[in-house]
């Protein structure tokens, strides 16, 4: 069986039938082990399949790829999530940064583009293992001094396990440690004190040795829950804020991009200088190094497939109309050759395909 186990999540069974049939698994080295029609089925079977990566849509009922993605990683801090989303949805999608993720798809994705990430999220999840297995320790060895527990070294353990993104492990170590505390007959007002020492030592050293400064974090209860409410939000605060801050610049070059289709003028040496003000040669070759592909390739992407969009939704639009929508304005010609070179068909022969299939 293979290592790397992936779930598809998709309230389109189209859309969930196409990346599983599209995909081949066995030479990819990766086992499709199941599909979701919303995030409540997705959550279900994250628990019971237990996979590496869930490739998920954005938009979903019942509960949604944001909620998913939140609701998961608490599961398991381990997986990969890889997002889908339809235009008009990015905003949506740069909310998930917020929890992790890094990899989205621009539907309709096609098997190059998904093969592309799935590759990525391999790498991904081996650099989790191996992380994983160089920190881990065993937790019987862990044991806070008789002599202020401030002085232990639990709180270098927690601090490791939130830089380490081992959410579990920093669960586990604060459950433990309380439980023991209790058990040694700690009193409950002093655990609550020693605690918020703690937090404020990892967010001390969260900014002194890492550079990330977090949101406040005060222990206003006496049970474990309340304590580990706390270090969940260092977790959270710390990893959001230390999301590759190259990663984010794709991610903008990629939403100014889609917010722009519109325009013929768009290239990456058009937003360098009126958006991002970088040399557009670095940000090539930033893009390159990202995605896999150059930025004018994902330009004509993006285009292609609002114009794909715009053929389907509205029927009687005129091929030169779909033109300026993409961005083509002035060569609707050009468009056309364009559009049958990435697509195999001219626009009208597209749609008419489409429509006698269906």
Same mark, same amino acid.
């Given at each position: 069986?293979?290592?790397?186990?992936?779930?598809?999540?998709?309230?389109? !069974?189209?859309? !969930?039938?196409?990346?599983?049939?599209?995909?081949?698994?066995?030479?990819?080295?990766?086992?499709?082990?199941?599909?979701?029609?919303?995030?409540?089925?997705?959550?279900?079977?994250?628990?019971?399949?237990?996979?590496?990566?869930?490739?998920?849509?954005?938009?979903?009922?019942?509960?949604?790829?944001?909620?998913?993605?939140? +609701?998961?990683?608490?599961?398991?801090?381990?997986?990969?999530?890889?997002?889908?989303?339809?235009?008009?949805?990015?905003?949506?999608?740069?909310?998930?940064?917020?929890?992790?993720? !890094?990899?989205?798809?621009?539907?309709?994705?096609?098997?190059?583009?998904?093969?592309?990430?799935?590759?990525?999220?391999?790498?991904? %999840?081996?650099?989790?293992?191996?992380?994983?297995?160089?920190?881990?320790?065993?937790?019987?060895?862990?044991?806070?001094?008789?002599? #202020?527990?401030?002085?232990?070294?639990?709180?270098?353990?927690?601090?490791?396990?939130?830089?380490?993104?081992?959410?579990?492990?920093?669960?586990?170590?604060?459950?433990?440690?309380?439980?023991?505390?209790?058990?040694? #007959? %700690?009193?409950?007002?002093?655990?609550?004190?020693?605690?918020?020492?703690?937090?404020?030592?990892?967010?001390?050293?969260?900014?002194?040795?890492?550079?990330?400064?977090?949101?406040?974090? %005060?222990?206003?209860?006496?049970?474990?829950?309340?304590?580990?409410?706390?270090? #969940?939000?260092?977790?959270?605060?710390?990893?959001?804020?230390?999301?590759?801050?190259?990663?984010?610049?794709?991610?903008?070059?990629? +939403?100014?991009?889609?917010?722009?289709?519109?325009? !013929?003028?768009?290239?990456?040496?058009?937003?360098?200088?009126?958006?991002?003000?970088?040399?557009?040669?670095?940000?090539?070759?930033?893009?390159?190094?990202?995605? #896999?592909?150059?930025?004018?390739?994902?330009?004509?992407?993006?285009?292609?497939?609002?114009?794909?969009?715009?053929?389907?939704?509205?029927?009687?639009?005129?091929?030169?109309?779909?033109?300026?929508?993409?961005?083509?304005?002035?060569?609707?010609?050009?468009?056309?050759?364009?559009?049958?070179?990435?697509?195999?068909?001219?626009?009208?022969?597209?749609?008419?395909?489409?429509?006698?299939?269906?």
């Amino acid at each position: 069986m293979s290592s790397y186990r992936v779930l598809i999540v998709d309230d389109e !069974r189209m859309a !969930r039938e196409g990346i599983a049939e599209a995909i081949d698994w066995i030479t990819l080295g990766m086992e499709l082990v199941g599909t979701a029609i919303n995030g409540q089925q997705a959550l279900e079977k994250i628990q019971e399949l237990q996979p590496d990566v869930v490739i998920t849509d954005i938009k979903m009922p019942i509960i949604d790829g944001l909620q998913l993605i939140e +609701q998961g990683s608490k599961i398991s801090s381990q997986i990969i999530f890889i997002v889908l989303s339809g235009f008009g949805e990015f905003e949506l999608a740069t909310q998930a940064m917020r929890f992790g993720v !890094r990899r989205y798809l621009l539907k309709p994705s096609d098997e190059h583009e998904i093969t592309e990430a799935l590759h990525w999220s391999k790498v991904e %999840v081996d650099a989790i293992r191996s992380n994983f297995a160089k920190n881990r320790q065993p937790i019987a060895s862990i044991t806070p001094q008789s002599q #202020g527990i401030i002085s232990s070294s639990i709180p270098s353990d927690l601090l490791q396990a939130i830089v380490d993104a081992d959410e579990a492990q920093l669960m586990k170590i604060s459950r433990l440690w309380i439980e023991q505390l209790l058990s040694e #007959g %700690v009193s409950l007002q002093a655990i609550q004190d020693n605690n918020n020492h703690v937090l404020s030592y990892i967010r001390n050293q969260l900014k002194s040795e890492y550079g990330i400064s977090t949101a406040p974090a %005060v222990v206003e209860s006496q049970d474990i829950q309340a304590f580990q409410k706390e270090l #969940g939000e260092l977790y959270t605060s710390y990893h959001y804020r230390k999301t590759d801050k190259k990663a984010m610049l794709v991610i903008k070059i990629k +939403q100014l991009t889609i917010q722009h289709i519109q325009s !013929r003028r768009l290239s990456l040496q058009w937003l360098a200088q009126h958006y991002l003000f970088l040399n557009s040669e670095y940000l090539g070759k930033l893009f390159r190094q990202d995605t #896999g592909e150059k930025y004018t390739q994902f330009l004509t992407s993006v285009r292609m497939k609002k114009a794909k969009e715009l053929l389907l939704s509205h029927p009687t639009m005129k091929i030169y109309e779909v033109a300026e929508q993409c961005g083509f304005e002035q060569d609707p010609q050009y468009f056309s050759n364009v559009f049958k070179k990435f697509y195999g068909f001219t626009p009208n022969e597209y749609r008419k395909q489409h429509w006698e299939n269906n």
